[in-house]
C-alpha cells in the first residue's frame, strides 16, 4: 500500500492505484481486524465525490450481515452483557460468522444483503459450524443482533429469520468426577490448578466467578460468591478443605497491587476462557502420557457439576430446577419403601 500527501478521509487509501475503502474493524483473537476492500476510484477525484461515493458504501454495508453484527456490537444493548458473553461473541463467534463461505458458491457470509438471509440460507451456515451448543450460541447471537436492529433502523428487514430457525438438540452431558478420579488428577495439577479447581469445587462454581473474586468477598464468615447468569449471589461458608485452598491461592498469587485472588504476574485478573484451553491442554498431555484414560478425561467446568452433585441440597445458585438439574450427575440415594 502507498503513501500519499493528500489526506483522505479515515479508512480510506490508495492500493495498487486505485483509492479503496478498507475500513477498521478493530482487535479480535489478538489481531487487528478489516474489512473487504472497496474500490472507489481514481486517487485525484474530487473530495466532494469521495465522500459521496462513502455514504454509498455504507448505506450498502448497512445492510449486509458485517454491517448488522458489527453495529450490534458497538450497541448499548451489548455493553450491558456479562464478560464472558461478551468475550465469545465479539472475539470468538464474530470473525468465523462474518468469514464464513457460502456452501454453494462460496460467498463470505458477513457480505450478504439481510434482505436475502433466509432461515434455509442461515440452518446451511450453522451446519458447517462445528457441535450443537456452537450452532445455538451463533443462532442466538445472530437473532439478537437482528431484533436489535429491526428496533434501531428503519432499512433492516422485519422478520428475523433465526427465530424461523428451531435451536439444535443439544444432549446434557452427565459425566461424573469421583472423588478417586479427582484425587488423582488434582495432585498431578501445578499448586494454582489445584487452588482453582478446589475453589470451583467448595463453592461450586464457574471459571468466570471464581477468577472474578477479590480479597473483599473473603468475608469472616466465608466467601461470597457473585454469581454470572442471572444465578443468586451467595456465601460459601468456611470450612478446612476451603480455606486450604484460598491460601494456597494467596501463596501463588503474591502480587500485592491487584484485588484479585487469583491473578497473573502482573496483577491482572486471569481470563476465565484462556484458562479453561490451558486446563484442555494439561488434561491432554496427562492423557498422552497414560496418567488418565480417554473416558477419565474432564472440563474444569466440571468441577461445578462435581460441587452441585456431592453438597448436601444440591445448591448450584440457580433460580429454576431446570437449571440445577443440569448440575446434578450423580443419583440420588433415598430410602427404600417400607
Partial sequence: MAGSKRKYPTDVYIYRGRLVYWPYLGIFDGKRKRGKRIILGAPDMPESKIHQLLDQVKETKRRTVEWLLSAYLESEKFLKLSKSTKHNR?????????????PKNGTRFGDILLAHVTPSMLVRVLESFEGNPTRNQIKTFISAAWTWGVLKYEDIPRQNPAKEVPGFEEKSRTFYITDELYRKVRRTMKPLYRAAMEVAYQCRAREIEIFALTYDDLLKEGVYLKRTKGSIPEITLWN?????????????????????LFHEPDGSPIVPQYFSRRFKDCMRRRLAAGKITAEERF???DMKAKGVSDHEGQYSGHRTETGRKIYIRKAPKIKGSR
Fill in 299 to 301: 472440563t474444569f467446568h
Fill in 240 to 260: 478446612r478443605r476451603l480455606r486450604t485452598a484460598v491460601n494456597m491461592a494467596k501463596s501463588i498469587c503474591t502480587n500485592k497491587q491487584s484485588k484479585y
Fill in 90 to 102: 465479539k472475539e470468538v463467534y464474530y470473525p468465523k460468522i462474518i468469514d464464513r463461505r457460502g
